[in-house]
T-cell receptor
Framework: GEDVEQSLFLSVREGDSSVINCTYT??????LYWYKQEPGAGLQLLTY?????DMKQDQRLTVLLNKKDKHLSLRIADTQTGDSAIYFC???????????FGAGTRLAVHP | NAGVTQTPKFRVLKTGQSMTLLCAQD?????MYWYRQDPGMGLRLIHY???????AKGEVPDGYNVSRLKKQNFLLGLESAAPSQTSVYFC?????????FGPGTRLTVT
């Protein structure tokens, strides 16, 4: 799963925007995903973007995709303490939607 | 509608013991997946199934077997557990483009 790379840690102040970055390697990936994992819990799907899109917005979340550079980002506006978690980027490969995950970015939100 | 459930939640095994992890989904999904999550790593795909009676290998299949006898259940078996299989195991099922994950099973092999 190391074909998908993310920075390991991000610390932000409450109320600021958070930007979590991800790079992937397979240009044929059809969908790219962001999942959230809180301590001791499973993965919660936050959002996903189709590879022919540049941007997707969903309330406080904005996903940007640069297909040429194989770069994906997740912006969280007005970050709250409840957003503290590990965020995983994943790309879908093949016809059976096998997901390849990055190692996750731990987001810490402080007052 | 319970979504994806996994049993057990926790288990401790001794090296060489066997066990089966059960995943159940009530969403009538065709596709189901087993992943493992190790510290500092993302999830890695062990096996998956594209429908009742079918299974296929993922990235890290060695030491595991699976069965999908019923559409709603996907079983992951460890025939002879090894310490390297200490991990958190997640099951998922898929609807169109979205994979839904269970809460996980934490397995320790001593």
């Amino acid at each position: 799963g190391e074909d998908v790379e993310q920075s390991l840690f991000l610390s932000v102040r409450e109320g600021d925007s958070s930007v979590i970055n991800c790079t992937y390697t397979d240009s044929s990936s059809t969908y790219l995903y962001w999942y959230k994992q809180e301590p001791g819990a499973g993965l919660q799907l936050l959002t996903y973007i189709f590879s022919n899109m540049d941007m997707k917005q969903d309330q406080r979340l904005t996903v940007l995709l640069n297909k040429k550079d194989k770069h994906l980002s997740l912006r969280i506006a007005d970050t709250q303490t409840g957003d503290s978690a590990i965020y995983f980027c994943a790309e879908a490969r093949g016809g059976y939607n096998k997901l390849i995950f990055g190692a996750g970015t731990r987001l810490a939100v402080h007052p | 509608n319970a979504g994806v459930t996994q049993t057990p939640k926790f288990r401790v095994l001794k090296t060489g013991q066997s066990m089966t992890l059960l995943c159940a989904q009530d969403m009538n999904h065709e596709y189901m997946y087993w992943y493992r999550q190790d510290p500092g790593m993302g999830l890695r795909l062990i096996h998956y199934s594209v429908g009742e009676g079918t299974t296929a290998k993922g990235e890290v299949p060695d030491g595991y077997n699976v069965s999908r006898l019923k559409k709603q259940n996907f079983l992951l078996g460890l025939e002879s557990a090894a310490p390297s299989q200490t991990s958190v195991y997640f099951c998922a099922s898929r609807s169109s483009y979205e994979q839904y994950f269970g809460p996980g099973t934490r397995l320790t092999v001593t």
